[in-house]
Nanobody, 123 residues
Framework: QVQLVESGGGLVQAGGSLRLSCAAS????????MGWFRQAPGKEREFVAA?????YYADSVKGRFTISRDNAKNTVYLQMNSLKPEDTAVYYC???????????????????WGQGTQVTVSS
């Protein structure tokens, strides 16, 4: 049974930082693309970042967020700096078997999802 468990969310002031973690189990971690998506109230789920052997970012977070993975620990991270109120959302960790960059920003390309962790940025 595949499990993705996120942690590290919380409340932070604008300009602050948070680091999200996602611990994966039940899958061959190194074989999967790992991603982060987010969903704000009343909005659709949107791509944030993904990591295969390379990293990919949404334009809205490029230069502020960094995704990384530790295959020895089966964990993916999202370091979020210079946070803005518009970054407020539930952040979801996801794993998918596709590695083609053309698909990594599409939530339908992923196979497994975590339960989400709330990130709230106050102004």
């Amino acid at each position: 049974q595949v499990q993705l468990v996120e942690s590290g969310g919380g409340l932070v002031q604008a300009g602050g930082s948070l680091r999200l973690s996602c611990a994966a189990s039940g899958l061959t971690f190194r074989a999967y693309s790992m991603g982060w998506f987010r969903q704000a109230p009343g909005k659709e789920r949107e791509f944030v970042a993904a990591v295969t052997w390379n990293t990919y970012y949404a334009d809205s977070v490029k230069g502020r967020f960094t995704i990384s993975r530790d295959n020895a620990k089966n964990t993916v991270y999202l370091q979020m700096n210079s946070l803005k109120p518009e970054d407020t959302a539930v952040y979801y960790c996801t794993a998918g078997a596709k590695h083609d960059p053309l698909y990594l920003s599409d939530y339908e390309a992923y196979d497994y999802w975590g339960q989400g962790t709330q990130v709230t940025v106050s102004s």
